[in-house]
């Protein structure tokens, strides 16, 4: 867990010093890019507390997620279905909150707290 | 009699059971902590990744933030009549600096008008006082007077006839005849301000050649009453390429300017 976080706080340190800004066109792309993400490593976390972990699902997952969602808000400008990132943001919020809350009672009966 | 004491035979299966349950057990502990390792690290780089991420998002979405597409139509309405208001001083100051450097030249223009007409001035009263060398076309009179029979108001003639002729300039032996110039002399010597003239006199005169020719030559003018007397001869010759030395500058040393007005 302290590696993990560890790793979060290197990267947040390394954008800090690179200096890096998303150009205003990729701004939406990588938004929802982003979130699907922090869905995948959620989802991770969740795995490796119920030990069904698996990295090649955990990667595999990590870059479809990703790709799929930049590929749905793409699709939507396209159309002319600006909206349809909202699909995307809904979908893996929603993941995100069920991941977290799955975590959460993870970690609580792994710690005796039930 | 085997429950005494084990038979080595016991002692050596028990240890090989032993050593394959010791085995498996760290074979299990290497696989376990290899995909803790694994679990970890991949954990960790998708962390690391989003981290990142993030922090390049919020960046580009600040100055997306900042910029003109985000503001509200109400924030660009009032942003809108800043710019405006600000152009239109701006179009004012413009406006007035415009007027302000028309002025400028006007005055630059107005006091190169003055000046070219005072040099203008300056260079016709000095033409005409004789202050300056002058060159250019004109005649050239050569009279000689073997017996010594001129007399000085010959010359005045010679001049005032030449400058009824329109010379602009006038010089005698390289003299320059200027406004105050006098003639005296007697006895066969002619002097010029003072300075006596050599005999063989040679008049320059700038000008309009055939005025000035005219001016001498004109049938019962001067050039015929010279002649008459013994000895003289008169020769007018135009040239092209002439030029009359400067005269000195007289000032005034016993009167003084009257200024009019």
């Known amino acids: ?114 | 009699m085997g429950h005494s004491r084990p038979t080595p035979k016991d002692a050596l299966i028990h240890l090989r059971e032993e050593s394959a349950k010791r085995l498996s057990a760290s074979e299990r502990l290497v696989e376990q902590s290899f995909n803790q390792a694994r679990l970890v690290t991949s954990l960790a780089v998708g962390l690391l990744l989003v981290g990142f991420l993030l922090v390049a998002q919020m960046r580009g979405q600040a100055t997306f933030s900042g910029s003109l597409e985000r503001q509200s139509d109400q924030n660009l309405a009032i942003i809108i009549q800043q710019l405006t208001a600000e152009n239109n001083v701006l179009r004012t100051e413009v406006a007035r600096l415009q007027m302000r450097l028309l002025e400028a030249g006007q005055a630059t223009e107005d006091r190169t008008q003055l000046l070219s007409e005072a040099a203008r001035e300056l260079n016709s009263v000095s033409m005409m006082a004789g202050l300056e060398a002058a060159a250019g076309p004109g005649i050239v009179v050569t009279i000689t007077d073997p017996e010594r029979v001129l007399l000085p108001q010959d010359f005045v003639r010679v001049v005032h006839e030449l400058r009824g002729g329109g010379a602009e300039a006038i010089a005698i032996n390289a003299i320059r005849v200027t406004a105050t110039s006098g003639f005296s002399g007697g006895g066969g010597r002619i002097e010029l301000d003072g300075t006596t003239l050599a005999r063989d006199y040679e008049v320059i005169a700038l000008g309009n050649q055939n005025n000035l020719a005219q001016a001498l030559e004109l049938p019962g003018g001067l050039k015929t009453t010279l002649v008459t007397f013994p000895g003289v001869t008169v020769q007018v010759a135009a040239a092209d390429e002439l030029s009359v030395p400067a005269g000195s500058a007289v000032g005034y040393s016993i009167g003084s300017p009257v200024e009019d007005e």
Do not use: H, Q
């Open chain 1, 1 to 114: 867990m302290l590696v993990l976080a560890l790793a979060l706080a290197l990267g947040v340190t390394l954008g800090l010093l690179t200096n890096v800004s998303v150009p205003v066109a990729a701004l939406t792309y990588l938004g929802v890019a982003v979130l699907a993400a922090i869905d995948a490593c959620l989802g991770g976390v969740k795995a490796s507390l119920e030990e069904t972990f698996d990295d090649k699902i955990f990667i595999s997952g990590f870059l479809t997620n990703t790709l799929m969602a930049a590929f749905i808000v793409f699709v939507g400008d396209r159309i002319g279905v600006r909206e349809l990132y909202l699909a995307a943001v809904v979908a893996f919020g929603l993941r995100v909150f069920e991941n977290l809350g799955t975590v959460r009672r993870l970690l609580f009966s792994r710690w005796g707290w039930e």
